[in-house]
């Protein structure tokens, strides 16, 4: 099954959640996206701004990712070469990664770009 994740901010419960038009958004483009509903929404902790000290990894040439897009609960593998590359870095610890440009978004076709 397929989820929709959504960040639980470190605020104290109830501060900074996104609006019900945000989380409509979320789930079209899920459907747009997957061909088929989110199962259900859910919350994981995650950092919401970049840190302000980032260290290069290198190129992002190219993504590698599994997905049951168009086949629920069939996940595939998809490869995506990266045109216009990307630059990989991560927080100064090594455990957040972060892509840096690339003009690439996320359609109802895929990842475009």
Same mark, same amino acid.
């Given at each position: 099954?397929?989820?929709? #994740?959504?960040? %639980?901010? *470190?605020? &104290?419960p109830g501060a900074g959640c996104? *609006? +019900? +038009?945000? =989380?409509? !958004?979320a /789930?079209? =483009? #899920? !459907? +747009?996206?997957?061909c088929f509903p989110a199962g259900r929404? %859910?919350?994981r902790r995650c950092r919401?701004?970049? *840190? *302000? $000290? $980032?260290v290069s990894v290198g190129e992002l040439r190219g993504l590698i990712y599994r997905s049951d897009r168009g086949q629920p609960g069939? &996940?595939?593998? #998809? %490869?995506?070469? $990266?045109?216009e590359p990307a630059r990989l870095v /991560?927080? @100064?610890?090594?455990? !957040? $990664?972060? @892509? =840096?440009g690339?003009?690439?978004r996320v359609t109802a076709r895929g990842v475009e770009g």
């Amino acid at each position: 099954m397929s989820y929709l #994740f959504r960040s %639980v901010p *470190p605020e &104290p419960p109830g501060a900074g959640c996104e *609006p +019900a +038009a945000s =989380l409509r !958004q979320a /789930c079209s =483009l #899920f !459907q +747009a996206f997957h061909c088929f509903p989110a199962g259900r929404v %859910v919350r994981r902790r995650c950092r919401r701004v970049m *840190p *302000p $000290l $980032l260290v290069s990894v290198g190129e992002l040439r190219g993504l590698i990712y599994r997905s049951d897009r168009g086949q629920p609960g069939r &996940p595939r593998t #998809f %490869v995506h070469f $990266l045109e216009e590359p990307a630059r990989l870095v /991560c927080d @100064i610890t090594g455990r !957040q $990664l972060y @892509i =840096l440009g690339g003009n690439y978004r996320v359609t109802a076709r895929g990842v475009e770009g």
